[in-house]
């Protein structure tokens, strides 16, 4: 799954670290996403899209088939 956590995290002036601990995850969590390496639970969307004031559908994009 696509995502643009880290264009929104650098857009808000977060390090990976300082968007953890307010996610409560670790920054290798963070990391992870970023990199398409690990699909977030949907509480952990919820959550990430609610610090951001968006959609999950905002942060979370179906890759292209």
Do not use: C, H, W
């Amino acid at each position: 799954m696509n995502n643009r956590l880290r264009e929104l995290r650098e857009r808000e002036g977060l390090s990976q670290g300082e968007l953890a601990l307010r996610l409560e995850v670790s920054r290798q969590t963070i990391n992870a996403l970023e990199t398409g390496k690990y699909d977030p639970s949907l509480p952990l969307a919820f959550r990430i899209a609610r610090l951001f004031g968006t959609r999950i559908e905002d942060v979370f994009l179906p890759d292209q088939a």
